[in-house]
């Protein structure tokens, strides 16, 4: 069964950082790619930043561009979030989530970790 562990929410201050993890276990199959994703409050969940498995190629929203930044390290399956410069905007509800190879969504998520960002 795969799982997605996160870690690292919390709070912060305007203008501080927070890393965020995320562990991928139980799976055999090739990633294509890894992804974060936020939900603020009363908000749809939206895309921030994903990374290219094999390539290590990121995207980003053009809301973080600059301040975030998606890293990975394949032997631990693991991608990171470091994020600078936050904003209260920031404050929301964040998921990790992959998508395997060949496939056309992102299929498997964790259970998400809170941010919040004090002005």
């Known amino acids: 069964q795969v799982q997605l562990v996160e870690s690292g929410g919390g709070l912060a201050q305007a203008g501080g950082s927070l890393r965020l993890s995320c562990a991928a276990s139980?799976?055999?199959?090739?990633?294509?790619?890894m992804g974060w994703f936020r939900q603020a409050p009363g908000k749809e969940r939206e895309f921030v930043a994903t990374?290219?498995?094999?390539?290590?190629?990121?995207s980003y929203a053009g809301s973080v561009k600059g301040r975030f930044t998606i890293s990975r390290d394949s032997a631990k399956n693991t991608v990171y979030l470091e994020m600078n410069t936050l904003k209260p905007e920031d404050t929301g509800v964040y998921y990790c989530a992959l998508q395997r190879r060949f496939s056309s969504r992102f299929e498997y998520w964790g259970q998400g970790t809170q941010v919040t960002v004090s002005s």
């Open positions: 139980g799976h055999s199959f090739s990633t294509l790619q």
């Open positions: 990374i290219n498995w094999s390539s290590g190629e990121p």
